[in-house]
């Protein structure tokens, strides 16, 4: 009986989710018909189309606004999945999500432009735009006025200035970016397989060097020995002997935001993928084919090392863009910020009144993290939708006032007295809305060889757990916050593929 009872249980909910996918697929490919925007109201611009800006537009009514999304990347991109691109465990178009389809599911039609803002002019309330791309038409640089803007242009790659970095290094933050290590690393192994090539340039081709022990460096690398273990060395048997990541981490240790026993946890795992890890080490300069990095020697001398490297990629952490410190510069009450535009617990930029930052451009003191953008995204959307009504409803109350003081009849006039207190009391209610609060749902993070790491807040706690079961949630978990279903699916698809097939070695 309990057999039948688990049977039927499982048939229904097979049934449940082919129709909730199915429902989601259909959903995702037909659009409604869209309002047309209405250019009386106030005038929200969004500038980027990363986390925190998504999120907003996701939960906004746009028909409370005449709303224009600025950025010169045209997709969403799902960045806990970007380090799988970089091997082909995953294809880069299954974690992108086209902001135009996204876009024409809302109420109200968007505007969008596919361009980089490249100056905030605060005081004429006006934003310059450029057309980066290759084709350009009879215009590619313009200006759009706003009444309301909100900036979340992210972070650039930081490089603290260290000589050769751009130059020689891959940055790991954008689909080119994955696209280029996935190329580079082939590049290498092909090369070093060429004929009469001398054993010290083999050794130095095969050498991976990733620098950053953060999550991204990690990472990364985690990705990159399972690319060698499952498939490279299957291969091409003759990189076997030479082929080698090693990880460079200024720091004491590796994934300094983690609960200590997972930082020994990923350290010890890397020992057995053979993964090298420098720690206490500092990059100073990259050179075409050699980083120097310096380190402490047993005696307490500072000793300056070349380490000869195939690939460099430098994973260490964010900086800020042009157009957030040219706006900086604007603002008196931003001259003590460093690291981001500072925000107040509504997230308005500290000394505008119509300017507002999320993710990681600003600084509300949590972590540069995807999850607190988003959470800032969505809150400025309640935000903005509650300044609609707000709006509405005094307007209406304005309406009301008038026709009291006109009214001639008592009943007309008592009639308005009951709706204008009904308005007064939602009045209050709308505009009762608190101030920003972060809610951390923990830090994941994958560390190769089906092994994730994980500090979750558990109840009133915190969980820190590592390993394969980890890994299986990890991949649950991302797969849930995917983008769409479409995203999903293929992301799901991308796995069987390479389950089934291992990953593809072709250089392009
Ligand atoms: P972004 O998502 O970077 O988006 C910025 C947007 O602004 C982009 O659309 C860009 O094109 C646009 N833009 C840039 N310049 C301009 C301009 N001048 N004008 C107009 N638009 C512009 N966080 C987690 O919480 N969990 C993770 O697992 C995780 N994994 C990560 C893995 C990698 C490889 C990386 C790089 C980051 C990861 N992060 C993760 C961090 C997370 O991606 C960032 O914190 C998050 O993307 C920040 O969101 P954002 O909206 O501020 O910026
Ligand atoms: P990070 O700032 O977290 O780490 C960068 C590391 O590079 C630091 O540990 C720093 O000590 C080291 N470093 C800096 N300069 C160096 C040098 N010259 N030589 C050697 N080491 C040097 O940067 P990361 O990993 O790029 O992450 C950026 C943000 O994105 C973080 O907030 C992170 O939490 C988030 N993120 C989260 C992920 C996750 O939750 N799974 C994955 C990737 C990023």
Not at 216 to 223: H, P, S
């Amino acid at each position: 009986r309990f057999l039948k009872w688990t049977w039927r249980a499982m048939y229904l909910s097979a049934i449940g989710g082919t129709i909730y996918v199915g429902y989601g697929i259909y959903q995702g490919r037909t659009p409604n018909q869209q309002f047309d925007p209405d250019p009386s109201k106030k005038t929200l611009v969004v500038l980027g189309t990363g986390w925190g800006s998504v999120s907003l537009l996701k939960k906004l009514d746009t028909e409370n606004y005449n709303v224009i999304v600025v950025s010169p990347r045209n997709y969403f991109l799902f960045t806990p999945l970007l380090p799988s691109c970089t091997t082909g465990t995953i294809e880069h178009r299954s974690i992108m999500e086209p902001i135009r389809s996204f876009l024409r599911h809302k109420k109200a039609a968007v505007k969008y432009y596919e361009a980089e803002c490249t100056k905030i002019d605060y005081e004429k309330k006006m934003i310059y735009i450029n057309d980066e791309s290759e084709i350009k038409g009879s215009t590619s640089a313009t200006e759009v006025p706003f009444d309301m803007l909100v900036v979340g242009v992210g972070a650039e790659n930081a490089t603290f200035g260290i000589p050769g970095v751009r130059e020689h290094g891959c940055f790991l933050k954008e689909v080119p970016d994955a696209q280029r290590i996935r190329k580079r690393i082939m590049d290498c192994v092909e090369t070093a397989t060429f004929k009469d090539q001398s054993p010290e340039e083999v050794k130095r081709l095969l050498h991976m060097v990733v620098v950053g022990g953060g999550p991204t460096g990690v990472e990364f690398a985690g990705e990159l020995q399972d690319f060698f273990e499952n498939d490279l060395r299957k291969w091409i048997p003759e990189i076997s002997k030479n082929f080698h990541v090693t990880l460079v981490e200024a720091l004491p240790n590796v994934l300094p935001m983690f609960s200590k026993n997972l930082i020994e946890y990923t350290e010890q795992t890397f020992k057995e993928e053979t993964i090298d890890i420098r720690t206490k080490t500092m990059v100073k300069r990259v050179e075409e084919t050699y980083i120097e990095a310096e380190y402490t020697d047993a005696s307490g001398k500072k000793v300056l090392e070349k380490i000869p490297y195939g690939l460099l990629v430098w994973a260490t952490g964010n900086a800020l863009k042009p157009v957030v410190k040219d706006l900086m510069s604007q603002i008196p009450a931003q001259k003590d910020s460093r690291r981001g535009l500072a925000v107040n617990e509504y997230l308005v930029v500290k000394g505008t009144e119509n300017i507002w930052a999320v993710g990681d451009c600003a600084i509300a003191n949590y972590a540069p993290t995807a999850q607190v953008a988003a959470q800032e995204g969505a809150f400025l959307a309640r935000l903005f939708n509650q300044m609609a009504k707000t709006n509405e409803i005094e307007t209406e109350l304005a309406e009301l006032s008038n026709v009291q003081e006109k009214a001639s009849s008592k009943p007309v006039r008592d009639e308005a007295f009951g709706k204008i207190k009904d308005l007064q009391k939602r009045l209050r209610r709308v505009k009762n809305i608190g101030p920003f609060e972060y809610s951390h749902q923990g830090s994941l993070a994958y560390i190769g060889s089906e092994k994730a790491v994980a500090d979750i807040s558990w109840l009133t706690g915190n969980l820190a757990t590592g390993g394969q079961l980890t890994y299986f949630f990890w991949r649950s978990a991302y797969l849930s916050m995917c983008f769409s279903t479409r995203n999903r699916i293929l992301v799901i698809m991308d796995w069987a593929k390479t389950q089934v097939f291992g990953r593809d070695v072709s250089r392009e």
